[in-house]
């Protein structure tokens, strides 16, 4: 081990485990070792100098034949080279797993699972790689823990499930009606390896694993990767937020899905991948959507969407546009605002505190900031009639001051991320319990998970970027446990910022209805830059 790490603890020659559960080969620069390297199949990727060559773990056999004897191999990754070697036997067939799983007998709580959650679990049972994708309200953690009971009755395996803290007294209560100990870990702590007897990783909130730049995403693919792992179920109602490929990938590669083997080729046929010149240097691009058809055709096997008008009987969802028009001195107050917010960019990207290039953006955002604070007033007027005709209301921004504020003049229960996850499920309590009518969320917060199904008016102050944060809010009031009333989302719009936003939004649904939806639909594509551009000369 003395040639294998180095005096500051690093790896510097020899082969190891990456972060992401990979195989990684590290050795000084050879023209001779780099061009073996590039005939190893599977083959690998150059992460660069410092971090070498990384390969699947299907490339072991190749790479420890071709420099077994040349270079070490680390205690941790021969461990999992022995697991390879070793597997655990096969699970039992579907039928049996079926079987076991005791769809159709009532819960402990009296509560008998929904058609839809049987057949859910059904298929993550047919399934050792899955997305379920069920819209936000169909109860996907009942469905995979009427699944992950299925196997712990006929395997011996522990079943892990990897959700936010917020969410873990949910999933307790949850695990408590089909007689299931789930081991409960954070996103923010997940383990590095898993026990040698097998482990169901059951994965909620799955998008949180949507940026390969992201530590929790690289542990979450190295839990994926374990050898002693038996399955993995990825649970989201946005399994692609942005309507962009690139966030698909992380899920697709934690299933093993073939698409995802191999990065780049990935990034260029779906993701419009291509090097381009900025600030001086070539930088890879793959922010793109193309061959979305192809896509939805190849990855439809392993990711189960089903929306709430196909399989329940809810009320539909409606949404209502409310422009919003200022007075002549409320307009001079708000152009001299972001004069102000302006002129303070300008003068830090001159001092070199922030890039010049992204003024547009900083506008922009600016624009959102002050334009929350400038429908206050709307928004009180419209929250407070809603409550004095007897209705329950959430109110969503992305913005804590102005909700601060409203629950000055309004009252009502309080939901953002400053609090500790105890003081957010008690706001959530109160309001659905009857104890407040009126709920102030942010969207990072009061979207994840909640169950707010007692609101029928559901208020955005502004709209996050993605749809997916859209849906994810409106969502948390349209779902199991509403009765027979509609559910009216109010969109608060005020100037060329907000109707720039809502457009964006749009248009990114429209990816994800070609990827995940039932109808067939045409693109029509618009430039980021260029609505921006729009947006500040009507400004």
């Excluded at 205690?75 to 070697?85: A, I, N, R, Y």
């Excluded at 922010?287 to 929306?307: D, F, K, V, W």
């Amino acid at each position: 081990m003395g040639d294998l790490i180095s005096d500051s603890g690093s790896l510097s020659c020899g082969l190891d485990l990456s972060a992401a559960g990979l195989i990684r080969v590290v050795c000084p620069f050879d023209a001779v070792t780099q061009a073996q390297l590039r005939r190893i199949r599977p083959r690998g990727s150059w992460m660069g100098p410092s971090r070498g060559w990384e390969f699947p773990l299907a490339a072991a056999a190749a790479l420890i034949q071709g420099f077994g004897t040349r270079f070490p191999v680390t205690p941790q990754l021969q461990q999992w080279l022995d697991w390879c070697h070793h597997p655990l036997p096969p699970l039992p067939p579907h039928r049996d797993l079926v079987a076991a799983a005791d769809l159709t007998m009532a819960l402990r709580d009296g509560r008998r699972p929904l058609p839809h959650q049987r057949s859910g679990a059904r298929w993550l049972l047919a399934r050792r790689g899955a997305v379920l994708a069920d819209e936000m309200g169909l109860g996907k953690t009942l469905t995979a823990l009427l699944a992950a009971r299925a196997m712990v009755r006929c395997a011996e395996l522990r079943v892990m499930v990897v959700a936010p803290v917020g969410l873990h007294a949910h999933w307790r209560r949850e695990a408590e009606t089909v007689d299931l100990q789930p081991e409960l870990v954070s996103w923010a702590r997940l383990p590095a390896e898993l026990p040698p007897a097998g482990t169901l990783l059951v994965v909620d909130e799955a998008h949180f694993a949507q940026s390969l730049q992201a530590n929790r995403t690289a542990a979450l693919l190295r839990l994926a990767r374990h050898p002693r792992l038996r399955a993995i179920w990825m649970l989201t109602g946005t399994p692609m937020k942005n309507g962009r490929p690139a966030q698909l990938y992380p899920l697709l590669a934690a299933m093993d899905h073939p698409i995802a083997r191999d990065q780049r080729q990935f990034e260029e046929r779906y993701c419009q991948g291509h090097w381009r010149e900025q600030r001086g240097q070539r930088r890879w691009q793959a922010s793109g959507a193309t061959q979305l058809e192809e896509l939805r055709r190849l990855t439809r096997p392993l990711i189960l969407h089903r929306r709430k008008a196909q399989v329940l009987e809810l009320p539909p969802k409606q949404r209502r546009e409310h422009p919003i028009a200022l007075s002549d001195a409320e307009s001079l107050g708000f152009d001299h605002r972001i004069d102000l917010l302006v002129d303070d960019f300008r003068r830090r990207a001159l001092k070199g505190e922030v890039r010049s290039d992204a003024e547009p953006l900083a506008v922009l955002t600016a624009l959102r900031r002050v334009a929350a604070e400038f429908k206050l007033p709307a928004a009180e007027t419209l929250v407070r009639t809603l409550l004095q005709a007897g209705e329950a209301v959430v109110l969503f921004s992305g913005f804590v001051e102005p909700l601060q504020l409203l629950q000055q003049r309004l009252g009502g229960a309080l939901l953002t991320g400053r609090q500790r996850p105890v003081e957010r499920q008690q706001a959530v309590d109160c309001f659905q319990q009857g104890g407040e009518d009126l709920l102030l969320a942010t969207f990072g917060t009061g979207a994840l998970g909640f169950t707010l199904h007692r609101a029928r008016h559901v208020v955005l102050l502004e709209r996050p970027w993605t749809p997916g944060d859209v849906a994810q809010a409106e969502d948390r009031c349209h779902r199991l446990g509403m009765e027979d009333e509609v559910l009216t989302c109010h969109w608060l719009q005020l100037g060329p910022a907000d109707q720039l936003v809502d457009g964006l939004v749009a248009s990114k649904a429209e990816r994800i209805e070609i990827l995940l939806g039932p109808r067939r639909l045409t693109l029509e594509r618009q430039s980021l830059p260029l609505m921006v551009r729009r947006c500040l000369q009507v400004a």
